[in-house]
């Protein structure tokens, strides 16, 4: 596959992501299709990935749609979330397991998000330290998750955020992208560190991303909700969509 068609594909994967969660759906299968081995192929996907989830954090904050304070709580778990997941990879719990699970509660997730927003406005904001401590649980927690098998993470992030923390959908998208770009560069360090990246290949995505990302932080403070919302549940049916077709195949 001609570097300029993974280049195409990672703008687009960085909008997306930027939004809902999810931008890997695109690139990891093009860079599979590309015919780039499995290890690699992941490696250099996190090579390109954390700079979109790192320009989105950047565009989030200068919107003022960032949560500062929380940030510097959930980016240290995300990292340390991340490699801890990465770590558990080598341990006996197959990944095929985790999929039905996953399956489940992206289909809940989904069903959170289809809830009238008019049934969702009498709930109230749990307090300063219990938020605190949820958040730090979340970043953990799906950091954790990311670092071990990884789809729908941003996803997860988003719905957690939002539901659990009563945030509105463009705060939570924010929130989610600080824990989602801390568990890429923390991925992105051990596969580094292993040879598995592809930089040729990564560096040009990593600048699609880059833009991609930008352009879809932008879109969704300017539409909130209204953008972030059928974004969200796109991408939750794809990923039931294509774990559920995995499962299948075996």
């Not at 098998?149 to 997860?156: D, H, M, S």
Request: overall charge positive; hydrophobic content about 60%; charged content about 10%.
């Amino acid at each position: 596959m001609a570097i300029g068609i993974l280049v195409a594909v990672a703008f687009a994967a960085g909008l997306i992501d930027a939004i809902a969660g999810g931008g890997g759906l695109l690139t990891l299968p093009a860079l599979l299709t590309a015919g780039i081995p499995a290890d690699l192929a992941l490696g250099t996907n996190k090579g390109q990935s954390v700079f979109g989830s790192g320009a989105a954090v950047i565009a989030y904050a200068r919107k003022g749609a960032l949560d500062g304070d929380r940030a510097k709580l959930t980016f240290p778990l995300g990292f340390a979330g991340s490699l801890i997941g990465a770590a558990l990879v080598v341990f006996a719990v197959p990944k095929e397991w985790l999929r039905p699970v996953v399956i489940v509660l992206l289909g809940l997730a989904a069903a959170t998000l289809l809830i009238p927003r008019r049934e969702q406005s009498g709930r109230t904001p749990p307090a300063p330290r219990k938020a605190a401590a949820i958040a730090m649980a979340l970043a953990l927690g799906i950091g954790a998750y990311d670092g071990f098998f990884g789809p729908g993470c941003g996803t997860f992030l988003v719905i957690g955020f939002s539901v659990l923390l009563v945030e509105p959908l463009l705060a939570a998208t924010a929130d989610a992208k600080v824990v989602n770009f801390a568990s890429n560069l923390a991925a992105v360090a051990l596969f580094a560190s292993h040879g598995s990246v592809i930089w040729r290949v990564s560096l040009p995505m990593a600048g699609a991303q880059l833009a991609g990302a930008w352009t879809g932080a932008h879109l969704a403070v300017r539409g909130g909700d209204r953008i972030i919302r059928p974004a969200v549940l796109a991408v939750v049916t794809a990923l039931i969509a294509k774990l559920a077709y995995d499962a299948l195949r075996g």
